[in-house]
T-cell receptor, first 115, second 114 residues
Framework: AQKVTQAQTEISVVEKEDVTLDCVYE???????LFWYKQPPSGELVFLIR??????QNEISGRYSWNFQKSTSSFNFTITASQVVDSAVYFC????????????FGTGTSLTVIP | DAGITQSPRHKVTETGTPVTLRCHQT?????MYWYRQDPGHGLRLIHY???????DKGEVSDGYSVSRSKTEDFLLTLESATSSQTSVYFC?????????????FGDGTRLSIL
């Protein structure tokens, strides 16, 4: 079965603090992809990153970084020096090679950055 | 911009009426998806399509049907709407030919069923 768990429902941080959003996944597929999406208060869903199961290198993009660890089935997302514009709901998602190209989303983490 | 347009953007209707939501894409993507988003549930897949007239069920397909007669259009129909189908509906496409690419979403349709 495919499952994505985002245990943190809501997080609040003060601007300029670092924050890590957790994502734990379950899959029996050997080939799979992990994703992060951002949904700001305006409601649109914005793709942030895709990582495949064979690439465990960490990814950094500006203030954003992602830590993929197959040993713990986690794909965590860190925002460094958070800003008010980072306030959004963040979703982690999983797609596996044997699941008919379906995506499985976590329930999301709502991040509020306080100025 | 992935060229995805959803219509209508907002709709209020009554229980028992049929409702059709339209998703239109301009970039000839093979895979298209319909999701619903509800508080506490994230996004849940309703149906998806992997080509013209090729569709399959997702996690929450009961009460919904879909059709895809052209590559660019993917329709979601609620045959007899119920209050439990009040939700925000998102259409998405997947990059690439395999359906494993990043998904890009339309702006959503807010549907209220009274």
């Amino acid at each position: 079965a495919q499952k994505v768990t985002q245990a943190q429902t809501e997080i609040s941080v003060v601007e300029k603090e670092d924050v890590t959003l957790d994502c734990v996944y379950e899959t029996r597929d050997t080939t799979y992809y992990l994703f992060w999406y951002k949904q700001p208060p305006s409601g649109e869903l914005v793709f942030l990153i895709r990582r495949n199961s064979f690439d465990e290198q960490n990814e950094i993009s500006g203030r954003y970084s992602w830590n993929f660890q197959k040993s713990t089935s986690s794909f965590n997302f860190t925002i460094t020096a958070s800003q008010v514009v980072d306030s959004a709901v963040y979703f982690c998602a999983l797609s596996g090679s044997n699941t008919g190209n379906q995506f499985y989303f976590g329930t999301g983490t709502s991040l509020t950055v306080i100025p | 911009d992935a060229g995805i347009t959803q219509s209508p953007r907002h709709k209020v209707t009554e229980t028992g009426t049929p409702v059709t939501l339209r998703c239109h894409q301009t970039e000839n993507h093979r895979y298209m998806y319909w999701y619903r988003q509800d508080p506490g549930h994230g996004l849940r897949l309703i149906h998806y399509s992997y080509g013209v007239k090729d569709t399959d069920k997702g996690e929450v397909s009961d009460g919904y049907s879909v059709s895809r007669s052209k590559t660019e259009d993917f329709l979601l129909t609620l045959e007899s709407a119920t209050s439990s189908q009040t939700s925000v509906y998102f259409c998405a496409i997947s990059e690439g030919a395999t359906g494993m690419g990043p998904q890009h979403f339309g702006d959503g349709t807010r549907l209220s069923i009274l």
